[in-house]
């Protein structure tokens, strides 16, 4: 495919006009501003558009798209344990592929291409995501509350099988995370037992990190640590990992996670609403930690409106932190796309550069919100909206355009997320 005439974000995050961009297979081929040689099949017009690297979210729990609105206004212990907990102890099977596949539909029309997430029913949810052609990170997240060996539970089973028999499924399009979902929800032989489980295979570790201070503070009364340094100690980050969140970090825990290399995933959105606080995002990217954007779930958020999200991202840090100047609109472009390829480990995505994934989506600018243009950069993070995504594309391939679903039934879709809600709900 070739576009020709259209805007670019290029690979150092600036603006250029009337360039030429071509895939071929699942690569991007070509980049410049002279039509290049070779045939390169569809031609496409770009007049009035921006093409730039699709989003990956960085943090997020598919299958909770069922839960959309169902539990407001809460403390997120209770928010978790008297509401979400029970709701997701009736889950099944079929339940979990159809909410999967609602949340890769919504992403794929912001925008969003890859997900890293943290859930179980894993083999359903890499059924609906490989249908989707979208992409992702999956963990089969380990919780243990009981005095036992943990590696005789069927979460650690079941977390292992997804390993063996998921990872690099699709091509490559699915890769499978190792997951300590909390410190709050594990014992610490079970944290240590995933962890070592982490380290044997290589793969990233995904887990949360100090969400709240009450998490937070309880982790240094039971263990004398923080969670960043427990985690640290017990060798969790010895692998690539990625942390969720760290709202409440220190300035040691920091310097960990710098040291070992940890990305973080910074959730604005769902830790406003549940008054989690704001992460220090300006110092983590002054100590050069990799900070990428994610959503949480849609239970937390409500949407996946990825616009949205790089907004409050970019703003939050501004207000919280009284610094105008905090956190850049290219900064926050950077989060949103390569900064969470990285935490993904595809080193080979998140850019719109010769030689990586053609993982692109393209933004109508002849939008009202969109002018005057004194900075299309500023107009990208402060103005633009997930609506202005016209054009979502995997590896090549065209997965949403002007309001189609190339890869699924979204009114199937629809009806099937909303029947397995129901369902749930009666059995509550």
Not at 73 to 97: G, I
Not at 208 to 231: A, D, I, M, N, R
Not at 273 to 290: C, W
């Amino acid at each position: 495919m070739l576009f020709r005439n259209i805007k670019i974000l290029d690979e150092n995050f600036e603006i250029k006009n009337n360039m030429y961009v071509a895939t071929d297979d699942d690569r991007i081929a070509y980049v410049g501003d002279c039509m290049p040689r070779g045939d390169y099949g569809d031609i496409r017009d770009g007049e009035g558009k921006l093409l730039m690297p699709a989003f990956h979210n960085a943090h997020g729990h598919a299958p909770m798209a069922l839960l959309r609105g169902y539990a407001e206004n809460m403390k997120l212990q209770d928010w978790l344990f008297t509401k979400v907990f029970p709701f997701e102890d009736k889950l099944s099977s079929n339940s979990v592929y159809w909410g999967t596949l609602l949340t890769m539909a919504e992403g794929m029309r912001f925008g969003i291409i890859s997900h890293s997430d943290m859930y179980y029913f894993t083999e359903d949810m890499v059924r609906a995501t490989l249908e989707s052609g979208c992409k992702a990170n999956i963990s089969r997240a380990m919780t243990h509350f009981e005095d036992t060996d943990p590696r005789k539970s069927v979460r650690y089973k079941e977390m292992r099988e997804a390993f063996e028999n998921f990872d690099g499924a699709g091509d490559g399009r699915i890769k499978i995370d190792i997951s300590i979902h909390a410190e709050y929800t594990n014992t610490l032989a079970s944290m240590q037992a995933v962890a070592d489980y982490c380290n044997e295979v290589g793969a990233v570790m995904h887990v949360h990190v100090s969400e709240t201070q009450s998490e937070h503070e309880e982790c240094k009364k039971k263990y004398g640590k923080t969670p960043v340094k427990l985690f640290s100690d017990i060798g969790a980050f010895d692998s690539k990992a990625l942390a969720a969140h760290c709202v409440w970090v220190e300035d040691e825990d920091m310097d960990i996670l710098k040291e070992k290399g940890v990305s973080v995933a910074s959730n604005p959105i769902s830790n406003m609403k549940l008054a989690s606080g704001v992460a220090n995002v300006p110092e983590m990217l002054r100590r050069g930690i990799n900070v990428a954007i994610g959503t949480d779930s849609v239970a937390s958020n409500n949407s996946l409106n990825f616009f949205e999200e790089m907004k409050i991202f970019a703003m939050a840090s501004k207000m919280f932190y009284k610094d105008p100047t905090a956190v850049t609109p290219k900064e926050t472009l950077y989060a949103a796309t390569r900064a969470g390829a990285l935490a993904q480990g595809r080193d080979d995505a998140g850019l719109l550069k010769e030689g990586f994934k053609a993982d692109l989506i393209m933004i109508d600018l002849e939008q009202p919100n969109m002018y005057p243009v004194h900075d299309l950069l500023n107009n990208l993070v402060y103005s633009a909206s997930g609506t202005d995504v016209v054009m979502t594309m995997s590896d090549g391939k065209i997965v949403y355009e002007n309001s189609e679903y190339k890869t699924l039934d979204i009114e199937k879709t629809i009806f099937e997320a909303q029947a397995a809600t129901k369902d749930i709900l009666r059995q509550l």
